[in-house]
């Protein structure tokens, strides 16, 4: 367990708006990821980060912007919130040197009406 | 696109039978990974296998990597109703990137 926290767990908003979705993470894991969930599409990478303000785009990364100012605190910012980035975000960690799996976050449920 | 594909997408057995999911993949990769995912939860790593590796256990789980084919299969023997879940690979290239990618999912239900 790499004491992943993710905030808000849910949120409602609306389209047009600025999101931010918090990952905090307390075990000093050098690499973080976001994912959104989606039904037929499973995860898909939207951004990741291998170190402090050392950031990369996934597969879908359009729309969202990522901020890593701290190892322990990763930002996913949605500028302008339109309907199809409803979605359930997924926040991961992965620590290479111990033995490389990911280890996810409970999840954060965006609704954008 | 995806990097991983798993088939099928559902699978629906009765409880003590096997169930086998598959996963194919595009690039090259330094590794494949099973997750599981009960309904919506985060996701919780199963087994790892390395691209120098063929085949992998751990408990009733079963792993298996064929590199030429650039697919993988997860086998979970004597399948339990706590085993209904669903299961997703993940692979990152062997460039060492860390970027992981995921499959679609293999949705399992286990009937008891």
């Known amino acids: 367990d790499a004491g992943i926290t993710q905030s808000p767990r849910h949120k409602v908003t609306e389209t047009g708006t600025p999101v931010t979705l918090r990952c905090h993470q307390t075990?000093?894991?050098?690499?973080m990821y976001w994912y959104r969930q989606d039904p037929g599409h499973g995860l898909r990478l939207i951004h990741y980060?291998?170190?402090?303000?050392?950031?990369d785009k996934g597969e879908v990364s359009d729309g969202y912007s990522v901020s890593r100012s701290k190892t322990e605190d990763f930002l996913l910012t949605l500028e302008s919130a339109t309907s199809s980035q409803t979605s359930v975000y997924f926040c991961?960690?992965?620590?290479?040197?111990?033995?490389?799996?990911?280890?996810f976050g409970e999840g954060s449920r965006l609704t954008v009406l | 696109s995806q990097q991983g594909e798993e088939d099928p997408q559902a699978l629906s057995i009765q409880e003590g039978e096997n169930a086998t999911m598959n996963c194919s993949y595009k690039?090259?990769?330094?590794?494949l990974q099973w997750y599981r995912q009960n309904s919506g939860r985060g996701l919780v790593h199963l087994i790892l296998?390395?691209?120098?590796?063929r085949e992998k256990h751990s408990g009733r789980l079963r792993v298996t990597l064929d590199t030429s084919k650039k697919s993988s299969s997860l086998l979970i023997t004597a399948s339990r109703a706590a085993d209904t879940a669903s299961y997703f690979c993940?692979?990152?290239?062997?460039?060492?990137?860390?970027?992981?990618?995921f499959g679609t999912g293999t949705r399992l239900k286990v009937l008891a």
């Open positions: 690039t090259s990769i330094n590794n």
């Open positions: 296998i390395r691209s120098n590796e």
């Open positions: 991961a960690t992965i620590s290479p040197l111990q033995g490389g799996e990911l280890f």
């Open positions: 993940a692979t990152a290239k062997s460039s060492g990137t860390y970027k992981y990618i």
């Open positions: 075990e000093n894991h050098r690499y």
């Open positions: 980060s291998y170190g402090v303000k050392d950031t």
